[in-house]
Nanobody, 123 residues
Framework: QVLLVESGGGLVQAGASLTLSCKAS????????MAWFRQTPGKEREFVAY????????YYADSVKGRFTISRDIAENTVWLHMDRMKLEDTAIYYC????????????????WGQGTQVTVSS
């Protein structure tokens, strides 16, 4: 059974930083592109960032580029999302996701998902 477990969410003030982590129970972690998505009530889940399975290349949504950093530790089966200079509009439930041997930015292409962790940015 594949499990992705996120942690690190919470309440922060605008301009602050927060780091999310995702521990994956994937037998071949280095064959999975790991991504973060986020969702707010009434809106579709949106792509935030990924780290590519084969070479660790990272890619970000325009809305977070320059502020968020995704990273991974293959030995620890863990991926992080470090968020700097947070904005009110970053408030959402953040989800970790895994896609095997591909590098998508769409929700439908990810086979495994975590339960989500709430991030709230206050003014």
């Amino acid at each position: 059974q594949v499990l992705l477990v996120e942690s690190g969410g919470g309440l922060v003030q605008a301009g602050a930083s927060l780091t999310l982590s995702c521990k994956a129970s994937l037998r071949t972690f280095n064959k999975y592109t790991m991504a973060w998505f986020r969702q707010t009530p009434g809106k579709e889940r949106e792509f935030v960032a990924y780290v590519r399975y084969n070479d660790g290349t990272t890619y970000y949504a325009d809305s977070v580029k320059g502020r968020f950093t995704i990273s991974r530790d293959i030995a620890e089966n863990t991926v992080w999302l470090h968020m700097d200079r947070m904005k009110l509009e970053d408030t959402a439930i953040y989800y970790c996701a895994a896609a095997l041997l591909r590098t998508p930015v769409v929700v439908e292409a990810y086979a495994y998902w975590g339960q989500g962790t709430q991030v709230t940015v206050s003014s």
